[in-house]
């Protein structure tokens, strides 16, 4: 079956390359033209993303209102809101009488509303009656936080019309430009390929790119006729993936559909997660059942995985091996990652710390260092957003060094796989052997680059994973190579900026976990790739040849994705929510026996099914 259907394309490739043998002018013309123009598509794939994540202004969400006793009406922009008098407090309230962090005012999924009194020195009322612990609240009820009383409303038509405008002129930018340019892209890189390799190439080339192309549009398609916008996550996550295809093409030919299928495969994990992430009751349901899943992966790993690359890590099943510690970094995000009302009980910081240290524990056992150390940095900006103590990430800090100094003691071996740090050129032949050839494949790029097939760095161990990096600089340039670490850059730009105006503290701490960890991971790669930081084999989001990572990468981008609170540019966000908030409104607002109210209400109410 495999063969009838890639007759066709082996037949037109043997054509196409016999006709490049008889003229190879062709090839080295074709060749020489789309090294100067690669670099001129991937900043017009990128450049309109980029811009839309960076430059649009994200407005806030506006759930209802608190009215102060002069009348001023305070916006809760977020699901969880802090009030009190601190200048961190979500909603911040200048009375003498009101703590720093008086009291949390939470949203649930049924667009249900709890008080929750945070240990208030002037004590916390609804109606007049004392909150202890947590009360439920509902529009028109009279919130007092010590002794202040706070009227909480709904936001009014006018209001939420002029809030609708002013999001609705921040819609992101039409990103089919872009798709339009990277299928461009893609039809290239697989011509370049295909000439590149001559008589030996495999229909496996075409197919891939055809394959990438195709699920990219019926993607975008699919989406768009949900009423989806905003696709500017995807784009750069496609032409990463596009990098990754030719890096695997030219190195691994024999793993190209792996690779796609890594590929597909990733984009319905990023779908699965992002829709599941919709609910955040069901979320929080499953917070510890992730964390049981974290410690599963890494510790069969532990047992049954065969050592590579110096690492425990790897699991071989039927043909197909596959890196357990790559799924266990989205599970732990996910258990680490908590809402506004599970922070107010400070042990689960204590069972998260718990969790971090059995699973850096694997991989220490595991010998897998790289990972140990994107588990920890991921681990300490999760902390530090679920407790703001920095005394306490010191010490954890402190421990952690005196744990690694305990480790050398008793394994010394460790240290010396790190010996090299720094001095690669002195041990060019020996244990520097990576770093000097990825150096030297690099510089002999220049900054347009070889030409993709074109390169010899691909006959070195590792140097579609671990050494990535000197991979894209030598046949697709610096230029191009430098754009692929922007990229990731710009995703924890975006995080940066989205995370202002999360609805809830959960996608706040799970974004901020998943670009720290791409961006970490980014810098192990290519500073260990060129001697700047030890060598500890971990790999290129998106790009590196490898099908864990690539579901890993995807997977994390979800997480992102759920940040995204631009009207109708994430379908991780459930629709019409706000909507049902403005009919609320209008209805509270209109005079009571408006012929024209029933019927409007009946009309929203019907769309709204």
């Not at 994540?53 to 977020?78: D, F, K, V």
């Not at 695997?248 to 559909?257: D, E, N, V």
């Not at 996910?334 to 699973?359: D, K, M, P």
Request: charged letters at 15%; proline letters at 3%.
């Amino acid at each position: 079956m495999e063969v009838t259907l890639t007759a066709p394309f082996q037949a037109a490739l043997d054509a196409a390359t016999g006709l490049l043998a008889a003229h190879p002018m062709i090839g080295e013309w074709y060749m020489a033209f789309v090294r100067f123009l690669f670099p001129a598509l991937a900043i017009l794939i990128l450049f309109r993303a980029v811009q839309s994540l960076l430059r649009i202004p994200h407005t806030p969400e506006t759930w209802a209102q608190l009215s102060l006793p002069n009348g001023t009406a305070l916006p809760l922009t977020h699901w969880e809101n802090i009030l009190g008098r601190g200048k961190t407090a979500d909603v911040q309230l200048n009375y003498p009488s009101v703590s720093r962090q008086h009291a949390a005012l939470c949203r649930g999924e049924d667009e249900s509303w709890t008080l929750y009194d945070l240990d208030s020195k002037g004590g916390t009322a609804v109606n007049g009656e004392r909150v202890e612990g947590s009360a439920p609240v509902k529009l028109g009820d009279t919130i007092s936080l010590g002794g202040v009383p706070l009227v909480f409303l709904p936001q009014t038509v006018a209001e939420r019309e002029n809030l609708e405008a002013r999001r609705k002129a921040e819609r992101p930018a039409a990103i089919w430009p872009s798709f339009l340019w990277l299928t461009v892209f893609q039809v290239l890189a697989c011509l370049q390929l295909i000439a590149a390799a001559g008589q030996e190439a495999s229909a496996a080339i075409p197919l891939a790119f055809l394959g990438l192309t195709a699920v990219m549009w019926v993607y975008f398609a699919a989406l768009r006729a949900t009423r989806c916008v905003g696709f500017e996550l995807e784009t750069i996550a496609f032409f990463l993936s596009t990098l990754s295809l030719s890096v695997t093409a030219s190195s691994a030919p024999g793993s190209l559909f792996k690779q796609f299928l890594a590929v597909l495969l990733g984009l319905v994990l990023f779908l699965v997660v992002g829709l599941f992430l919709r609910d955040l009751s069901r979320v929080q349901k499953i917070r510890w059942l992730m964390a049981a899943g974290a410690i599963g992966l890494l510790g069969i790993t532990l047992v049954i995985g065969s050592r590579k690359y110096g690492a425990v890590n790897w699991i071989s099943l039927g043909g197909f091996s596959f890196q357990p510690s790559e799924i266990a970094k989205i599970c732990y995000i996910f258990a680490g990652s908590a809402t506004l009302e599970r922070l107010f009980r400070r042990r689960n910081l204590t069972l998260f710390i718990v969790l971090t240290g059995v699973c850096i524990g694997l991989l220490g056992l595991m010998s897998d260092f790289g990972t140990a150390a994107i588990f920890f940095v991921t681990f300490l900006v999760i902390a530090y957003l679920r407790s703001g103590d920095f005394a306490t990430l010191s010490l954890i800090c402190g421990a952690a060094v005196f744990g690694a100094g305990i480790i050398v003691k008793f394994k010394p071996y460790i240290l010396s796989r790190f010996a090299t740090w720094g001095h690669a050129w002195e041990a060019a032949s020996t244990t520097g052997y990576q770093q000097t050839r990825t150096m030297s494949a690099a510089a002999s790029g220049g900054l347009l680059g070889m030409g993709a097939g074109n390169g010899w760095l691909h006959n070195v161990a590792a140097a579609d994973t671990d050494l990535v990096f000197g991979m894209l600089c030598e046949e697709w340039g610096l230029l191009i190579a430098v754009l692929a670490v922007g990229s990731i850059v710009t995703l924890a730009f975006f995080a940066a900026r989205a995370v202002r105006v999360g609805r809830s503290s959960f996608y706040t701490i799970a974004a901020c976990a998943a670009a720290s960890l791409l961006v970490f991971q980014t810098c192990l790669n290519v500073f260990g790739s060129v001697d700047l930081l030890p060598l500890t084999g971990v790999t290129f989001p998106f790009v590196s040849n490898g099908g864990s990572a690539m579901l890993s990468a995807w997977g994390l981008l979800a997480f992102l994705k759920a940040t995204d609170t631009r009207e109708n540019a994430s379908f991780a966000i459930r629709r019409f929510q706000q909507r049902r908030l403005t009919q609320e409104a209008r209805r509270r607002t209109e005079p009571v026996g408006d012929p024209f109210g029933s019927d409007a209400e009946k009309e929203g109410g019907h769309e709204e099914n």
